[in-house]
């Protein structure tokens, strides 16, 4: 590939390669020529520095491109990216380029490819055609690389998972880089359902200790993690085929191996990232620990969609052992790239040969982050050119993608969004709780008549609420409902699952989701804001005139939920009801209520609920603002606070407030100051 500043190599298939296998540079077969065998032991005392190249959660964002809204978005997407990968190439003599995980999925262009109109076993992933024109070293599995099933993940990686339900002598056209993953095992044979680790064999470009070029032989081991969550997301296809094990113990077995095998230095590639509580094997985000254990010479992490090193003035992960000047976590090099190809990662390892091998000298190793947008000196927005090889590799699917997003299934007579669903608007919210109410209660009624006689509702969130920035919430026109306006309501590929709780389980369950609220103090003159760091997408209501309730943001977490009622009565604590959730929340929503951990779950569906909702559409596609959005199961209860409460939404966004009713929300200001795109508005917690 142009722009490679390694020695290629001639890797052994993975569909015929065991595990370990060393891939040998077509260019070291001389041992390194004129610098290599055993003038190597002269060199002692040379340097080089291999920039580590970090992808991660790309989601399938190949273009620029927001499927949902038919438009150009130029603030994330893999094309430019590559732009940055390329310039990194023409700095540092010597690069290593992996990914992270959450690649296949994220995007209409994901779901066309593996559900809609699936692709052929001799065509490659959009994605992974798109990569190829950069030439990725290796990549790991993040969770969501399990969403379409095993079934397809065999196909797209190339064939070779021996795993029930799978054909492992499928051979197909695959990712075209390595990948590795070594904490999920397959059940039917007890060993790694990928290779758990790889050795690339490079040549470095050096300087000598007489400041000359050398050109020296290295080995780097990369090795791979996902999250365990994995077992409770997509268990309706991993239940019984395959187990995991936490990245402390997978990497404790496996970096020894890779030392053993000669690799000089380790990159492990995490999809995870970090977590100050106590460490468990099924943690999502285990990154503290990981680089504690010994060999790990650097750590890429993804996942949580954020970024280390973080540069602003009140950085996240905020942890001991994590030092964002020097981009480390306990004192190995690290990065976290944000997500969508919003950043490329990079770890500049300085590296010293003591003639035989090469080790790493953190302490003068360093971890930054190239964004694709960053602001000039006069204040603009700048952003990268995309680069021009990667849109053609991909354009016919990209087009077929557009035209099956377009397929008309509905009107709707207002404007279905999420800019004010933190303040009480359902405007985007009850169609997806009523479809997924329906959806269920057909359900019980024809398969599970032991549960048809309770009373069955539904829970959904404002998935999309703004963290991307000012662009990031669902925003449908009034007029003609597409299949892209569906998917703007239901962003992510979960399924619909049934739970069975009570009348307390219900109020603990709000009680969590009412996280999303900072505490407000009626007391205090300052301006304070509403929302907290807890995500939007956790931020479950009802949106029901059966069900009401206050949430009292001035009381402390655990006691906001006032005046919860079912039918006009109080709610009787001891009373089942059937909720309608989805995949996510009913396996690993513990923190919420007990039962969410799985062990409330009566009905797992095979059905998506972006399906579920595009369905209901279909049956029911005059959408109404007084049929499907103005049903407010919930307000906050009222109260005198001596300052402003604020918080930050879309720009040009108050007109949505007064059409849903929100007459106690005013706009402070255009520009709040974030840098992203929102305005500022209060709300008026006594009226």
Known sequence: MSGRNL????????????????????????????????????????????????????????????????????SYGFERTATLVRAARKEFANTLLVDNGDTIQGTALADYEATINPIACTQQLSMYKAMG???????????????????????????????????????????????????????????????????????????????KEVKLPIKIGVIGFTTPGIMNWDKRYLEGKVT???????????????????????????????????????????????????????????????????????????LPGVDHKAGTV???????ASSWGKSLGVVQLALQWDGAKWTVNKAASKSELRNIQSKNAAGTTVTVDADASVAPLIETQHQAAIQYVKTPIGQTDFRMSTLFADVGDPGAIQIVNQAQQAYVAAYLKASLPQYAQLPVLSVSAPFKSGFQGGADYTDVAVGPLAINNAADLYLYP??????????????????????????????????????????????????????????DVTKPVGSRIQNLTYLG???????????????????????????????????????????????????????????????????????????????????????????????????????????KGTSKYAVDLSK
């Open 7 to 74: 020695s290629k190599l001639t890797f052994v298939s993975r569909r015929t390669a065991t595990w370990g296998v060393v891939a040998i540079a077509a260019s070291l077969a001389a041992c390194g020529g004129s610098d290599g065998g055993n003038n190597n032991n002269a060199n002692a005392g040379a340097t080089a520095t291999l920039a580590v190249l970090e992808t991660t959660d790309l989601h399938f964002n190949v273009r620029s491109y927001d499927y949902f809204k038919l438009a150009e978005d130029k």
């Open 133 to 211: 024109a950069l030439g990725f070293d290796a990549g790991t599995l993040g969770n969501h690389e399990f969403n379409y099933g095993l079934p397809f993940l065999n196909q797209v990686l190339g064939g070779g998972l021996d795993v029930d339900g799978v054909d492992p002598s499928k051979k197909c056209v695959g990712a075209g880089f390595p990948m590795v993953l070594a904490n999920v095992t397959s059940n039917k044979t007890k060993k790694p359902l990928v290779q758990p680790y790889t050795v690339l064999e490079r040549t470095l470009t050096a300087k000598g200790a007489d400041g």
């Open 244 to 318: 995991t094990e936490g990245a402390v113990e997978a990497a404790t077995k496996y970096v020894p191996e890779l030392r053993a095998k000669g690799a000089d230095i380790v990159v492990a590639l995490l999809h995870g990232g970090m977590d100050g509580a106590a460490y468990s094997a099924t943690m999502e985000n285990p990154g503290l620990y990981l680089s504690k254990v010994p060999g790990i010479d650097a750590m890429v992490m993804g996942h949580q969609h954020g970024v280390f090193p973080d540069t602003a003035a009140t950085p996240g992960f905020n």
């Open 330 to 336: 306990n004192g190995v090099p690290a990065v976290m």
């Open 494 to 551: 979960n399924t619909v699952y049934a739970v069975k709780v009570n009348g307390g389980d219900i109020k603990n369950w709000l009680e969590a989701a009412a996280k999303r609220f900072n505490q407000i103090d009626p007391a205090k003159t300052g301006e304070q804001q509403l929302i907290s760091t807890f995500p939007g997408y956790n931020f479950d209501m009802f949106t029901t005139a059966d069900v009401q309730y206050e949430i």
């Open 569 to 675: 009565k109080p709610i009787d604590v001891a009373q089942e009801f059937v909720i309608a959730t989805n995949n996510y929340r009913a396996t690993s929503g513990k923190s919420f209520i007990d039962k969410l951990d799985g062990s409330g779950t009566i009905w797992a569906s095979p059905d998506a609920n972006r399906d579920v909702v595009i369905e209901y559409v279909r049956k029911n596609p005059a959408v109404t603002r007084t049929g499907n959005g103005a049903a407010k199961s919930w307000r906050f209860a009222k109260a005198t606070v001596a300052g402003p409460v604020v918080f930050s939404s879309g720009a040009n966004g108050l007109s949505v407030a007064q059409a849903a009713g929100l007459s106690n929300v005013t706009l402070v200001a255009a520009d709040d100051g974030s840098g």
